[in-house]
């Protein structure tokens, strides 16, 4: 074993490298990333010391309890139990339906920490400096010009606090690009002026088009309940794939650059024409999710929305089945299954 390797498993007992072992991850022994030898020593020091590691535990936790339960607020006072999208008056992200997404969120809500307490650090110097410094209540200003200790502190205090931000940042985006297992499905996404092309990678490829929901067509859709199928967000035929299943998805276009965007999954990738982008979720909730195209592609770029239905393994097996002879017939028949069980667990409420 080498040196490196030793040291790398010492910084990845960190808590925020948690999820190393799940993925796989080592950021040290990832060929092309250059880690200065400084890096190595702080972190390796900082995870060496038990109680700092188990008070920033602690101090994350709470954290993250408020911001939990401000996302479960606001996921509980959306209508609808099993659609995820946004709400009004959200100031946080939507419930996360993957690991990955959780990861973010996590990141998200570390990261915050910081940030409120250096706007509370500055806010405190600025009100300290106008109060004591004041000309009535310090007539005579210190002519001092150098102090060697605070221009240390001034400076190495951020590149630490870089540094341990930039340390899970890293890890994080090294675990988006490194799919934990083998892909079981592989759906292709192209982005068009102005929907998306689905198509299924299996024996028999099944391939449609996922458009936005026109008002008039609503009726006819069996999508009246606007709650489940809202405004801007529903589609005619959803993007339907398995729980607690690796799904890879190929993203491309046919015309301008689009992006494939789903925030429950944590899931964000340009769709540019002539090039394949992956990238790969794994659901872990059935229900009905949304997500827009995020890159800005014309005129009707606010209207080429993406919806995906998670189901059961054996309610997508069936459907595949079906929609390789009859799309919208497949659709309805799920979609009364699907609905008829909503049912059923808002009325056992
Ligand atoms: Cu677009």
Redesign the pocket.
Known sequence: MSACAQKCRTVSSAPFLRREKEYGLNLLETVGIPVPALFVILVGAAARNWETKRAMRNFLANAKFLASAGAAIAFFASTSAHADQPVNWETGFQAPATDMMRQIEWFGNYTFVYIVIITLLVLFLLAYCIVRFRASANPVPSKTSHNTLIEVIWTVGPVVVLLLIAIPSFQLLTAQYTPPEEAKLTVKAT????NWDYEYQTDNTLTFNSAILQDGDRAKAGKEDRKVYPRLLAVDNELVVPVNTMTRVLVT?TD????FAMPSFGIKID?VPGRTNETWFKAEKEGLYYGQ??????K??AF?PIAIRVVSDAQFKTWLAAAKTDLPGANKTLMAEVDGQNKVAAAGN
């Open positions: 982005g068009n002026q102005w276009a301008v650059i689009h992006s769709a195209c995020s890159q800005l592609c014309g009707d770029h080429m």
